[in-house]
């Protein structure tokens, strides 16, 4: 069993040299990982939320007919993941060296 000196300077060594893989993958998760949740606002709907300004003049040119106006939540800005990152520390990869 290692002393927590000894365990805790494993750690830092192990920290320093896995953190740029570490931030590379974030950084590609990131890239990869698309939004999940709708909380921009978007579209043109008979009803709504927000009025689309930019739908006012044109919807009073019609004579009120042209009367989709409206904006809802259906922009996906908002992410919800969950990530697990499972490290495999059994006896069959200390046999092929990949323990360390």
């Not at 000196?5 to 890239?31: G, N, P, V």
């Not at 300004?53 to 939540?73: C, H």
């Amino acid at each position: 069993a290692l002393s927590s000196e000894e365990a805790l300077s494993t750690w830092k060594t192990f920290l320093e040299k896995t953190l740029s893989q570490a931030q590379d993958l974030s950084e590609q998760l990131r890239i990869v990982l698309h939004p999940t949740q709708a909380s921009g606002f978007k579209g043109d709907y008979r009803t709504g939320r927000r009025i689309n300004m930019r739908k006012i003049i044109p919807y009073i040119a019609s004579e009120f007919r042209k009367d989709k106006i409206w904006l809802r939540r259906t922009k996906l800005t908002k992410r919800d993941y969950q990530i697990i990152l499972a490290v495999d520390d059994s006896l069959s990869m200390s046999d092929v060296q990949a323990k360390e």
